[in-house]
């Protein structure tokens, strides 16, 4: 079998499943049974010589022999035959990993079996398992010290605020800025649109009221108006046209009657007078008969002029009733437009003072731009933002204080506005009694609005410990002063200056009130003075 050949074999996939070697791993010479099965490779016939190549001495199957070899045990199995598939798949139920392919050719020498193998006592896989064994154990180690153990921190007295537990009275309340205002503001409108002419005064002065602010112009409207008087003019005529036709015509018919009661009155003369001579027998009957018709006629003549007469004066008095109906309401549409020019010169509605003046000569401004307003002297309000959380808790009635000048003063919520804005609602607030001195528009104030009645509770003062702590526990200081360790609290309701302690706290006790951001997860604090 030659070299080539023996090399496949080793290498094959068959020998490498099962983790056999290439033939630099061992050498062994053998001869016919030379080694028993099994042998250790101490015993191995260092001392005998390979015979020669061509010697015949040896069969084929004796010049090639392969042998397993355990590096564990350091123990060496000599296969019964050949037939390298089958010695595979029995090695395959054995510590497969630990065994290596060992082939003896004819011309190889026994080689490093005078050498005894060296058993490493801790492989690098090892070395690297006990490692991080380790590690983990001795993490473990430290984490539950650190979590038993009490870890303490020394700190300095002067860098840090005390206080002490106190029990007294308390009323729930939240700060809110208050901006003062007059008690009454009247916002000045433009009217009329128009161009800025003239200036009267400046922002800030006092006006009367009736005083001129500024004055407009509008050529649109000032035409208008000269159309409409033109209008006024124009109706005026025609009705002095009309009531003088009706007044004519009211005379001619006076004239009519006139002549139909005086034809009346001597056709009655005629007939009186020739009924009497007629029954004398002076005239004749038929003359009789035409004074007696010509009387009735003229009675019925009259009382229809006197009809035409009375009727035509209910017409005159409804034209003339129309006419003046028009001509009012021509007279008030001109003075309305007379109105709308005169809303030109912008006027104080109300005497006060002038703030927010917003008027340039030459500027034009349209009809209902803001212009300025007039502030009242009379009286103060403050108008509060408020966070939209307490809309439900603000109505109409409460009370706020605030602080001016070391004097305090209250006040009353009159109006609620409702409006939610970037979060935020507003409240008018009237002072409940004197207003300060020297108060002045615009004057921002710093209010205590009162949520809740006034009670009694267990006080601390607010700090920076609730931003670390958030109300749950805080260092109270040891009888001794020397120590402040951890205690568990409860905190209700907040104002401005102090906290209610629900739990955990007694009046008299000292506590840590400053922050608590440099101390990190300590459990307790040694004091230093």
Same mark, same amino acid.
């Given at each position: ?117 060296? /058993? ?178 003229? /009675?019925?003549?009259? /009382? ?226």
């Amino acid at each position: 079998m030659s070299r080539s050949l023996i090399r496949n074999i080793l290498i094959s996939p068959e020998l490498r499943d099962i983790g056999w070697r290439s033939i630099d791993v061992t050498c062994f010479y053998s001869i016919t049974n030379t080694f028993p099965n099994p042998i250790k490779p101490n015993n191995s016939p260092a001392h005998k010589q390979p015979p020669h190549r061509n010697s015949t001495n040896f069969t084929f199957a004796e010049r090639h022999k392969i042998y397993l070899y355990h590096h564990r045990t350091e123990t060496v199995l000599k296969p019964n035959t050949f037939n390298i598939s089958r010695r595979c798949k029995l090695l395959k139920n054995r510590e497969q990993s630990f065994w290596h392919c060992i082939h003896t050719p004819f011309y190889e020498k026994i080689c490093k079996m005078d050498i005894a193998i060296e /058993k490493k006592r801790f492989s690098t896989r090892k070395i690297l398992l006990y490692v991080g064994i380790l590690i983990l154990l001795s993490f473990i180690v430290f984490v539950i010290a650190s979590a038993s153990g009490v870890s303490k921190l020394n700190v300095e007295k002067e860098r840090m605020s005390i206080s002490t537990v106190s029990d007294g009275v308390f009323q729930e309340n939240i700060p809110v800025n208050g901006i003062v205002l007059p008690i009454t503001t009247i916002y000045i409108d433009a009217l009329e649109g128009g161009r800025v002419e003239e200036k009267y005064v400046e922002d800030g002065e006092v006006l009367e009221i009736g005083e001129p602010i500024l004055r407009l112009s509008n050529t649109d409207l000032e035409l208008s108006l000269i159309n409409q008087e033109t209008q006024v003019y124009n109706l005026l005529t025609q009705m002095q046209i009309s009531q003088n036709a009706a007044r004519q015509n009211t005379i001619n018919k006076l004239n009519q009657y006139t002549d139909v009661e005086s034809s009346l009155i001597e056709s009655k003369r005629v007939y009186e007078l020739n009924k009497v001579l007629h029954e004398k027998g002076a005239i004749g009957r038929q003359d009789f008969i035409k004074a007696e018709n010509d009387y009735n006629y003229q /009675k019925e003549r009259m /009382k229809l002029s006197g009809e035409i007469l009375k009727e035509d004066s209910i017409a005159i008095m409804q034209e003339n009733e129309q006419v003046k109906s028009s001509y009012a309401r021509t007279q008030s549409a001109l003075d309305l437009m007379r109105r709308k020019v005169a809303d030109l010169v912008v006027k104080s509605p109300i005497a006060g003072q002038l703030t927010s003046l917003d008027a340039e000569i030459g500027q034009s401004k349209n009809k209902g731009d803001r212009l300025g307003q007039i502030d009242v002297l009379s009286g103060f309000k403050v108008r509060a933002d408020i966070d939209e959380h307490y809309i439900s808790r603000i109505y109409t009635g409460q009370t706020g204080s605030f602080t001016m000048n070391d004097q305090s003063y209250s006040l009353v919520i009159k109006k609620v506005y409702t409006q939610v804005t970037s979060g935020r609602f507003q409240v008018d607030m009237q002072f409940a009694d004197s207003v300060p001195q020297g108060i002045r528009r615009g004057q921002s104030l710093q209010i205590r609005l009162a949520l809740s009645d006034e009670k009694q509770a267990i006080l601390i003062p607010k700090g920076g410990f609730f931003q670390k702590t958030g109300g749950n526990w805080i260092f109270k200081i040891s009888e001794d002063g020397t120590t402040a360790y951890k205690t568990d609290i409860s905190l209700g309701s907040q104002n401005t200056e102090y906290y209610e302690v629900l739990s955990g706290l007694n009046p008299g006790d000292k506590v840590i009130t400053s922050s608590y951001d440099n101390y990190g997860d300590v459990k307790e604090l040694v004091l230093k003075e």
